[in-house]
């Protein structure tokens, strides 16, 4: 597959006198998981707020299969899972309506789900595991179902560019295996996804290629390529034998 689904250029970010992100730049071919790699501080999360056009930065630019953030999410071309969604777990709302949110974009003002909606919404739920818990309460579900159904108002949206922000903190393995699986089949279908990640070890099996941020690209290659006692010394502070570390 060719073309260009994930363009980074020279993309600066300041909160006040804090440097962010400093020259940042790499490109994601369509079809590849990608890892986002570094420790806490190290611009992972304004990175992938800046790709979704959250953030506007001092300098450089990014395009998603050459549109800009803005217009390239109006189109319903980025999906966005954040470490922690901003939930009332109390709220009665069944884990099909919030995969239904999904397709939003697709519907018109009223949002209305016509049969493509539902269709798309019940394939999601399948991928995900959590066709049995399409009318359970969202707060009733495990940390890991949950998760999940945050990845299958994803895969319900459509989107061809799938960011993902430590989608596998606080779930269990049957989730993790979930996950793992279904971002496995988004990618063969030829969705791009960006994945941030501390599991270190679990890089190799899953991501094609992987970027080392610190403020700036300290690399970005095969997993192999990047994941060196060097690398992970200039990124981490630490090496090989502590890649675990935050």
């Not at 800046?50 to 506007?56: A, D």
Request: charged share 25%.
């Amino acid at each position: 597959m060719t073309g260009t689904a994930v363009a980074v250029e020279g993309v600066t970010v300041r909160y006040g006198d804090v440097l962010a992100l400093d020259d940042v730049a790499f490109t994601v071919r369509p079809g590849r998981i990608c890892g986002l790699l570094g420790t806490n501080g190290s611009g992972k999360s304004t990175l992938f707020r800046t790709v979704i056009g959250m953030i506007t930065p001092e300098r450089g630019t990014v395009r998603l299969h050459g549109q800009p953030p803005a217009r390239a999410r109006s189109r319903g071309l980025v999906g966005y899972v954040p470490q922690a969604e901003q939930v009332d777990w109390a709220f009665p709302v069944r884990v099909a309506d919030v995969v239904m949110m999904g397709r939003y974009g697709h519907m018109g003002p009223m949002r209305r789900p016509r049969p493509a909606d539902h269709a798309a919404v019940a394939d999601a739920l399948e991928r995900t595991g959590l066709a049995g818990l399409a009318d359970r309460q969202i707060g009733a579900l495990s940390g890991g179902q949950r998760k999940r159904a945050f990845v299958a108002r994803g895969i319900a949206q459509g989107a061809s560019v799938f960011l993902l922000d430590e989608p596998f903190a606080g779930v269990d393995k049957r989730s993790e295996a979930t996950i793992v699986e279904v971002l496995r089949a988004m990618r063969d279908d030829g969705r791009t996804l960006l994945l941030s990640t501390h599991d270190l070890a679990s890089v190799p099996g899953l991501c094609d290629e992987a970027v080392l941020l610190q403020q700036r690209v300290v690399a970005h290659g095969t997993p192999e390529e990047v994941l060196t006692p060097e690398r992970l010394l200039a990124a981490f502070g630490v090496g090989a034998g502590s890649e675990r570390r935050g």
